[in-house]
């Protein structure tokens, strides 16, 4: 797919609750290492494992080129009052022809438990609905994850259904169970 059916990049962050989400940034290094420190981030992403500063700034590099490459959008959750970076959140839209995108979150450890991840997917998904072919953004959890549970479901995503053994991660078969979001009508 290439970027000349995604919209532009948004006039204005799209934000709720405590959070905003801004273009990825070279200052979102220490929010990248502290990501990579978590067990599952880097099974499920590009992020390495204990990612250096070197680790991280490529990884940097490459959520600033997703919306160049027709992939979607990678945004930076931050914390609205502190103004500090606290996570990262895409909306990733390559059957966006079909009106659908799926959608992902990652809160870093020192910030979960204050609602970071169901602001940020709630501003996403917000977002998601000013695209006018968009209709439908998708998640796959873990059932195991019951944190992620509860941000999609906080966010007004419905579960779907389990789908047995959908997608590798670190080398085994995972079953995952889809959540989904539907455009409002209107």
Do not use: K
């Not at 490459?62 to 160049?68: A, L, T």
């Amino acid at each position: 797919m290439t970027s000349s059916i995604l919209p532009p990049w948004p006039a204005a962050a799209p934000s709720h609750g405590r959070v905003a989400l801004r273009s990825v940034q070279e200052s979102d290094i220490a929010m990248a290492r502290e990501l990579s420190t978590d067990p599952y981030v880097p099974l499920v992403g590009s992020l390495p494992a204990q990612a250096s500063n070197a680790d991280a700034l490529a990884w940097v590099r490459r959520q600033q080129s997703r919306h160049e490459e027709g992939a979607g959008f990678s945004f930076t959750v931050v914390d609205s009052r502190a103004g500090t970076s606290v996570g990262h959140c895409g909306l990733w839209l390559t059957e966006l022809e079909s009106g659908r995108a799926t959608a992902g979150y990652a809160i870093v450890e020192s910030a979960r438990g204050h609602g970071y991840a169901a602001d940020a997917l709630t501003a996403l998904t917000l977002f998601g609905w000013t695209i006018p072919c968009l209709f439908r953004i998708a998640l796959c959890i873990e059932p195991w994850n019951a944190a992620s549970l509860r941000t999609a479901e906080r966010a007004g995503y419905v579960r779907e259904g389990l789908m047995r053994r959908h997608q590798e991660i670190g080398g085994r078969r995972r079953d995952m169970l889809l959540y989904a979001a539907i455009r409002p009508e209107q």
